[in-house]
């Protein structure tokens, strides 16, 4: 089709511990390249928009309880609802910026105590992340802004374990940022490695898919 000359967008995701600065930081780094005359969108898992995304938020909410095996499919099917439209995005040029993606999935639901390969299987054929930035704070440090609210894994015990888990998922594709730097050197950070992905997909690095 017309579109295969075209330079695809990329696939910059965001993830960390609860309160470590991700969504600040989607939307500076969503300035930036719109700024640079990008075509750009940013979005977040969980969505809380769809009636999937509202199952979610009423659990996170303890509104509702969930098996935690249930609630992990359903983070799951949050993105896999995403899927052919992120796709559709990428490949007509648009960047996304996505706060939270897979490994949120896996990381949190191991931290319970479910296998991980068995966390990983549901997240097979989605869209691979050009570029993961791990924004690394320790829980303590974390918990300390602002203070946690009232969502469920908003718990200091919790998030240490699920700061272990993030660290058997890193590979070489993940940059890991120290989130606890003055909020100016996180940005400019993000930007040098942001852009440098932004420039390989255009030069047509392929797209590829969980778990590369
Ligand atoms: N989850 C999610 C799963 O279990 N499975 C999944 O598959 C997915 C996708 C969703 C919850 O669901 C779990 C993970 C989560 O527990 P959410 O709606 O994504 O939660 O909410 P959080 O990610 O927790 O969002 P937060 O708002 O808590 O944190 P952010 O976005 O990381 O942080 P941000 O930018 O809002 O900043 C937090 C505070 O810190 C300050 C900010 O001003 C703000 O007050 N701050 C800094 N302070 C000092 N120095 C810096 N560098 C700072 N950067 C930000
Ligand atoms: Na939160």
């Known amino acids: 089709n017309h579109n295969t000359n075209n330079p695809r967008g990329a696939l910059i995701v965001l ?19 719109e700024g640079l005359g990008h075509s750009v969108e940013s979005c977040r ?17 303890n509104e509702s ?3 935690d095996h249930t609630i992990h499919l359903l983070f799951s099917a949050n993105r896999w609802e995403k899927r052919s439209l992120m796709e559709a995005k990428l490949r007509s040029g648009t960047t996304l910026i996505v706060d939270r993606y897979s490994y949120s999935g ?21 869209l691979a992340p050009d570029l993961v930035v791990y924004l690394d704070i320790t829980p303590e440090k974390a918990a300390e802004r602002g203070g946690y609210g009232a969502e469920r894994y908003e718990k200091l015990e919790f998030q240490k374990k699920v700061a272990q888990s993030y660290y058997s998922l890193h590979d070489a594709s993940w940059k890991i940022i120290d989130a606890t730097l003055p909020i ?26 969980l778990w590369p």
């Open 106 to 126: 896996v990381a949190f639901s191991s931290a319970k105590g479910l296998d991980i390969e068995w966390c990983k299987a549901p997240e097979i054929g989605l």
């Open 65 to 67: 309880q969930l098996d």
């Open 15 to 33: 993830e960390g511990l609860d309160r470590c600065g991700k969504t600040s930081q989607s939307s500076r780094l969503f300035s930036y390249l």
């Open 184 to 209: 100016e050197d996180i940005e400019k950070q993000l930007q040098e490695v942001a852009l440098d992905c932004v420039k390989k997909c255009q030069k047509g690095k392929s797209i590829s898919l």
């Open 45 to 61: 898992f969980p969505d809380r928009t769809t009636s999937v995304g509202q199952m979610i938020s009423s659990y996170l909410s």
